[in-house]
Structure formats: structure tokens, C-alpha cells
């Protein structure tokens, strides 16, 4: 099993270097409504995930899936316009199989995007939240099953989940583009239900400020790899709210959009930084 995924990894990473030979030096995830974000970049090369062997094929609404290599920030950059997720059917492995890609392409750091919900009572509709840490509640450990000695060790250390270094320089980019951050622990849960009003609840006491169906999983592999990782959470809704505020995905993909041109410039800032 372990060795499958090896020659997976091989077979991809040799398909994609058909398309695209040059080394990345940053991957990049974008969450729901977040696809925009190519326009910032120099588009060198873009790849469907359907053109690439070993990709699962990204279902939802608000996720392009495409694969695509350019220049942002004055680095090279390989950027997934599109997700996998749990909910999708996808194995946690699966799920995140591409961040394994881009760590054999040569990514030295990834950084993450993602829409959740917020549950901090300070946070509003478009805000930001720098991901601090996380809580994984319901989502599965992509590590299950035999370990992959050459990826990573058996029980990784998640005592950094996401770079204090990277963090602080998020800090100061946001600082001096006058973007307000917010800082806080993300939850990741498998949906596809948005939470109930008692779960956001309890999400809460538990230390959640903000709560998501992506991140976690991709955050786990690129730890088991050594990798840093950046992440910060959009927020489209919010989870302790009003009588009859329903949510939508709609709406979710609404307030993402709006936000995404501060999580873009928040993000071409620090990739300057590393
Ligand atoms: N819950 C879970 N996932 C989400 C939410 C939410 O409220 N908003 C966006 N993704």
C-alpha cells in the first residue's frame, strides 16, 4: 500500500513535469469562491485535474480544478484552483494526495485558504482569521494505515501545525496594508451539513473560533512531510447568530468572493517574505 502511493506520486509528479518542468517553491490551496485568485498571478501553465493522473475530480460549485504554475510574488508557484474534500467521498488520503504532489514537485512551504464559519463572537461576515491552530473533530486522519517511512514518521509532531515564522510575517504584510486580521483555532469537520446551532455551540466551548470542511487533512500530510504551512479561513457566515439565519452555500461562495482580493494580497506579501 505504502509503495502504491509512491508510484502514484511518481507517476503524477512525472505527468505534470511533461506539462510544466520548472520547480515551484510555494503551493498554494484555494477554498470555495477563492478561484479568482489566478488573476493575480503570471499564468505560466495550467493543467485540468482531469488531465492528471491519480487526481480525483473536484465536484462542487465554486471549485474550478485546475492545476496552475506561474509567478506571484516574485516566486515561482503552484496554485490548485480547487479542492478535494471528505464529504466528496474522497478518502482522507485522497483528499489530500495533491499536497504530497506538490511537496515531490519541491514546494518549501504551503499555504491554505478556506471559507468557514465563524463562531468567535467578535468576528463578522468577511473578515479573516489567520489559522493558529487547529481542533480535528470529525475528520479523518489522512495517516491512517501503514506509514510511508520515506514521507514521513510514524507519529508526527503537530506541536506547529501551522508556521509561527510564516504567521508572523502574515501579521506584519496584513499590518501594512491596513487589512484587520483575526487569529484563532479553525475545526475541522466533515460536512456536508453545516453545523446545528448546538454544534457551533459546542464547537465553541471547545476552543474553535471558526469551523471548516477542508484544511485539516491537507495540513496533517504536509506536517508528516516536514513542510510549513500557512492557512487562513474566510469568513462566510456566522455560526452562533440570529433566529432564522439560515446558510447557504450560496452564500458562502457570496462572502468568499468578496473577501478574496484582502486574502490575495495577504498572501502575494508573504510568499515576497519566504
Ligand atoms: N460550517 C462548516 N463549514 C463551512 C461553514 C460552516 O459554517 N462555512 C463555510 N464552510
Do not use: W
Request: hydrophobic share 40%; glycine share 10%; with cysteine.
Amino acid at each position: 500500500m505504502g509503495i502504491s502511493i509512491i508510484q502514484k506520486l511518481k507517476e503524477t509528479v512525472a505527468v505534470i513535469q511533461e506539462y510544466y518542468d520548472e520547480r515551484p517553491q510555494v503551493g498554494i490551496v484555494l477554498g470555495s469562491g477563492l478561484g479568482n485568485f489566478k488573476s493575480e498571478m503570471e499564468v505560466e501553465c495550467e493543467i485540468p485535474y482531469r488531465d492528471i493522473p491519480n487526481f480525483p475530480e473536484s465536484t462542487v460549485e465554486g471549485h474550478s480544478g485546475t492545476l496552475i504554475f506561474g509567478k506571484l510574488g516574485g516566486k515561482k508557484v503552484v496554485c490548485m484552483a480547487g479542492r478535494f474534500h471528505f464529504y466528496e467521498g474522497y478518502s482522507p488520503a485522497d483528499v489530500a494526495f495533491p499536497v504530497r504532489v506538490m511537496k515531490f514537485l519541491g514546494v518549501e512551504a504551503l499555504l491554505l485558504s478556506n471559507a468557514a464559519g465563524g463562531m468567535n463572537t467578535s468576528f463578522h461576515v468577511g473578515d479573516l482569521m489567520i489559522i493558529s491552530d487547529h481542533i480535528s473533530l470529525f475528520a479523518h486522519n489522512p495517516l491512517l494505515g501503514p506509514n510511508i517511512d520515506e514521507l514521513g514518521p510514524r507519529f508526527p509532531d503537530m506541536s506547529e501545525p501551522y508556521s509561527k515564522d510564516l504567521i508572523q510575517k502574515a501579521k506584519a504584510v496584513a499590518e501594512s496594508l491596513n487589512i484587520p486580521v483575526h487569529q484563532g483555532v479553525y475545526a475541522g469537520v466533515t460536512g456536508p451539513t453545516f453545523e446545528t446551532r448546538a454544534e457551533y455551540k459546542m464547537l465553541h466551548i471547545l476552543g474553535a473560533d471558526a469551523v471548516g470542511m477542508s484544511t485539516v487533512q491537507e495540513n496533517i500530510v504536509a506536517r508528516h512531510m516536514g513542510l510549513p504551512v500557512f492557512a487562513i479561513s474566510v469568513i462566510t457566515d456566522l455560526g452562533i447568530r440570529e433566529e432564522n439565519n439560515i446558510i447557504t452555500h450560496d452564500e458562502v461562495l457570496e462572502a468568499a468572493k468578496a473577501a478574496e482580493p484582502k486574502m490575495t494580497a495577504i498572501f502575494k506579501g508573504l510568499i515576497e517574505t519566504i
